[in-house]
């Protein structure tokens, strides 16, 4: 019969309105992660302002004042489990489990490539 031996089935770029996606399964799932890391990134940093903001406009009501402490506090709390998430799941799969792909490039941080 027929063989495909060394022929990839799937193309490596697949075009869409909003650009070219990868199609390889490795290379979607780091630019998905990626996404979601700035993405709770970006909401941690949002309520720390938001927190902060509330704070200085409380003027003296405790009530706000308990408020706006209790969003700073679950803001930075949020912000330490998704660094931390990242750190112990890189710390994982590289060092414990070795899984090939997860490792840090030099000079790269999560999913940021280096490039010499």
């Given at each position: 019969?027929?063989?495909?031996?060394?022929?990839?089935?799937?193309?490596?770029?697949?075009?869409?309105?909003?650009?070219?996606?990868?199609?390889k399964p490795?290379k979607?799932?780091?630019?998905?992660?990626?996404?979601?890391?700035?993405?709770?990134?970006g909401v941690?940093l949002?309520l720390?302002l938001?927190?902060?903001?509330?704070?200085?406009?409380s003027t003296?009501?405790?009530?706000?004042?308990e408020e706006?402490?209790g969003?700073?506090?679950?803001?930075?709390?949020?912000f330490l489990?998704?660094f931390l998430?990242?750190f112990?799941?890189?710390f994982?799969?590289?060092?414990?489990?070795?899984?090939?792909?997860?490792e840090?490039s030099?000079?790269?941080?999560?999913?940021?490539?280096?490039?010499?």
């Amino acid at each position: 019969m027929f063989a495909c031996q060394g022929i990839s089935v799937i193309p490596d770029n697949i075009s869409t309105e909003i650009g070219k996606i990868s199609a390889k399964p490795e290379k979607l799932v780091e630019a998905f992660s990626r996404i979601l890391i700035y993405l709770a990134g970006g909401v941690s940093l949002f309520l720390l302002l938001s927190g902060a903001i509330k704070y200085l406009f409380s003027t003296g009501n405790p009530d706000n004042i308990e408020e706006a402490k209790g969003i700073i506090t679950h803001a930075l709390g949020g912000f330490l489990l998704v660094f931390l998430s990242v750190f112990l799941l890189r710390f994982m799969g590289v060092d414990v489990l070795h899984i090939p792909g997860l490792e840090l490039s030099p000079g790269g941080g999560v999913g940021i490539p280096y490039t010499p």
